[in-house]
């Protein structure tokens, strides 16, 4: 996947819908929207892959994910860097019957992504 074809798989996964396509200049491009908590609407695509700010996004998106009703906790983040890069891990909470799922990368903000992405 191309990193823009993991932001668009990120977004998609956390609310974001593409409103439209069009071509420009030789290609296509499309438009992307989400609404915000306060109630605006967004439409530039975070740069989930490269940027630790929109990747973290994620992180909270993980973190808020119920267990069951009024519960917390529904996968612990864990990441650390090494020779390799850095490696994120999401591990299942207590009410939680899932199976670790484990990302790496030369980057965190890609780690991030391609564990969301493994996340069913």
């Known amino acids: ?17 593409q409103t439209d396509v069009f071509v420009s200049g030789g290609g296509t491009v499309a438009r992307w929207s989400a609404a ?10 975070p740069d989930y892959c490269h940027d630790i700010k929109a990747a ?3 992180v909270d998106y993980i973190n808020s994910l119920p267990t069951r009703i009024g519960d917390k906790g529904h996968f612990y983040f864990q990441m650390r860097r090494d020779k390799q890069g850095y490696t994120v891990k999401l591990i ?4 939680n019957k899932g199976s670790t ?17 493994k996340l069913q």
């Open 36 to 45: 915000l908590p306060d109630g605006r609407v967004q439409e530039k695509l």
């Open 101 to 117: 799922i484990e990302a790496t990368a030369s980057i965190a903000p890609l780690a991030i992504c391609l564990a969301f992405l």
């Open 1 to 17: 996947m191309t990193d823009q074809e993991i932001n668009e798989a990120v977004a998609q996964k956390l609310g974001w819908h």
């Open 92 to 95: 299942p909470g207590e009410f």
């Open 56 to 58: 973290w996004e994620i």
